[in-house]
C-alpha cells in the first residue's frame, strides 16, 4: 500500500501551524495524524502538500496510491473500508473527498487538475470517524484522540513498573514506555490514560490529571500541573499549571505561569511567568484570528486561549489575552498585553512592533536547533524565506515610511 496524505482547502484554517508543515504533520492525542494513518494502515506516507514545503515532505507515487484527506484521523470502520476499496474508487463525506485510491495514470490527472475518469464514489454517511475542521479541534478532539491512540499504542503490550514512590489512581491506565521515569508525583487516570513516552521524565511532586501524553524525550518539571486531555510533544520541557493544551514538539514551557486551551508549534519557548488567558472576563464565547478571512472570526468557544506558530518566544512575564494568535518566528516581550493577533517575524509587544528580520531570526533558529543537535537546513531557511514574504502584508509597521528596527 502506498500512502499519500493529501492537504485539501482547508488548509489556510490551520495556519499559522501549518505555514511550516503540511495538515497531517499536526499532532492530536499522542500521535501525529500522519503517525496514526501509518500505524493503522501499516504503510509509509508521502504528501501532497503547497510546493514551497515540497522538498522537505516529498511525494512518493506508484502504481497504486492510497489518497487520505489530512483532516481526517483514522477509526477501525474507515481504515477497513479503505483496505476494501478498488482501484479507481473514492470515499466522500459531504461532498468532500476522505479517500481515494488512484492509479499512477489517474493520480497524474488529479494533481494536474485534470478531469478523473471512472471514479466511483462512496459516501461515508453512517461510518464514524473524527476530523478537525478549525485549527482549535485538535484542543477539543484532544480528549477523544489520545485515548484512541492510548489504545492504539498499548493493547498488548506491558508497560514498565512504575515506582512505589507515587500516588496513583486508575493505574490500568498508566503506561510507560522504556526509559520513562516518574518519581514522587501525584497520577490520576480515572478520567484519561496517562501517556508517558521513551525516556520522558515526570519529575518530583508534579500533580497530573489524565488524559496526557508525554511523549518521547520530555520532561514535566518539578512541581508541574497538569489537567488534561494535554498533549506534550517530543523533546519539550514543561512546568506551571497546564491545561487542555498541546505542544507540537520540541518546545518549552520549563516555568510557572498558565497555558489553558492551547497550541504550541514546535521550537516555541514561553518565558518564566507568561500566562494565557483562555476565558474572556464577561465569559463571552472567544473570536480568533482567521488567516482564512483575515478578520477575527467567532469560534462558539468560551474557552480558548493561544495559538502560536513554530519559533516563536516570549520573554518574563508576558501576558497574552483570551483567543491570541502569534505567528511563526515572532518574538513578543514587555508589559501589557500585546494585540490578539501579532504577524510572523514580529519583534515587540503592547508597546508596538518592528520586524524580526531574517538574519538575525536564522541565527536564533540555528541557536536553538544546534541545541538539540539538529540542524536549520536549507530547505528550513527556504521555508522561513517564503512565510516572511507571505507574511509581509500582516506587518502593518512596514508600511510605515520609517519604520523601527529591532536591535
Known sequence: MNLIIFDNDLRSRFLPLVYTRPVCELRVGILTIREKWEKWLDAKASFITQDY???KYPIDIRKDNILINGTVLPSDRLCTLIRQMEMNEALLKDGELIAARLDDEQFENLINDRDIEELEAFDLMDTPFLKINQIWDLF??????????FELITTGRQSQPLSATNQVLGAENIFLEE????????????????YIGKNAEIMEACSVRGGLALCE??????????????????????????????????????????????????????GAATNVSN??????????????????????????????GDHSKTAIST??????VVGVSANI??????????PSFAWGGAQGFSTFQTEKA???????????????????????????????????????KNPPQND
Open 53 to 55: 514545503l515540497a522538498e
Open 333 to 342: 516581550f514587555g508589559a501589557g498585553f500585546p494585540r490578539n493577533f501579532i
Open 362 to 400: 536564522f541565527d536564533t533558529m540555528e541557536k536553538v536547533m544546534g541545541r538539540r543537535g539538529l540542524i536549520f537546513e536549507i530547505p528550513d531557511r527556504l521555508i522561513m524565506l517564503r512565510i516572511f514574504e507571505e507574511t509581509a502584508k500582516f506587518r502593518v509597521w512596514e508600511k510605515e
Open 279 to 308: 476565558l474572556k472576563n464577561n465569559y463571552a464565547t472567544v473570536r480568533l484570528w482567521s488567516y482564512n478571512s483575515e478578520r477575527f472570526e467567532p469560534t462558539g468557544l468560551q474557552f480558548c486561549g493561544l495559538i502560536m
Open 179 to 194: 526509559g520513562a521515569k516518574v518519581e514522587f508525583s501525584v497520577l490520576n487516570a480515572t478520567s484519561g490514560p496517562i
Open 140 to 149: 477539543t478532539l484532544n480528549e477523544e484522540a489520545l485515548k484512541s491512540d
Open 217 to 270: 524525550s520530555s520532561v514535566l518539571k518539578m512541581g508541574a500541573r497538569i489537567y488534561g486531555p494535554t498533549t506534550i510533544g517530543p523533546h519539550s520541557k514543561v512546568g506551571g499549571e497546564v491545561s487542555n493544551s498541546i505542544l507540537l514538539g520540541y518546545s518549552n514551557k520549563a516555568h510557572d505561569g498558565y497555558l489553558g486551551n492551547s497550541i504550541l508549534g514546535e521550537w516555541c519557548n514561553l
Open 319 to 324: 501576558t497574552f489575552n483570551t483567543g491570541t
